[in-house]
Nanobody, 117 residues
Framework: QVQLVESGGGLVQPGGSLRLSCAAS????????MGWYRQAPGKQRELVAG???????NFADSVKGRFTISRDNDKNTVYLQMNSLKPEDTAVYYC???????????WGQGTQVTVSS
């Protein structure tokens, strides 16, 4: 069974940084597009950042210039580096692995990020 395990969430002050990691198992990681989504209380889940199998990246406008996404295919891991965090970044962050040709769409269990003083 495919597993996506997120880590790195926590409580951070405004202006601080966190790095989220998502370790994948039981998939051919390098062929999957990976993404980070978030869901704040009372809001819909939204895409934060994505990275294709060719390492092409895209970001939500709200995080451009503050967040970066990267992948390490040798470690089957995708990262989300979050800098200059704001209270509005507070949410549960979810890792996603997608391969459209296989109709695969896998999710992790989520990790809480709280930005507060």
């Amino acid at each position: 069974q495919v597993q996506l395990v997120e880590s790195g969430g926590g409580l951070v002050q405004p202006g601080g940084s966190l790095r989220l990691s998502c370790a994948a198992s039981r998939i051919i990681f390098r062929i999957y597009s990976m993404g980070w989504y978030r869901q704040a209380p009372g809001k819909q889940r939204e895409l934060v950042a994505g990275i294709t199998s060719d390492s092409i990246t895209n970001f939500a406008d709200s995080v451009k210039g503050r967040f970066t996404i990267s992948r390490d295919n040798d470690k089957n891991t995708v990262y989300l580096q979050m800098n200059s965090l704001k209270p509005e970044d507070t949410a549960v962050y979810y890792c996603n692995a997608k391969r459209a040709t296989l109709r695969h769409d896998f999710w992790g269990q989520g990790t809480q990020v709280t930005v507060s003083s």
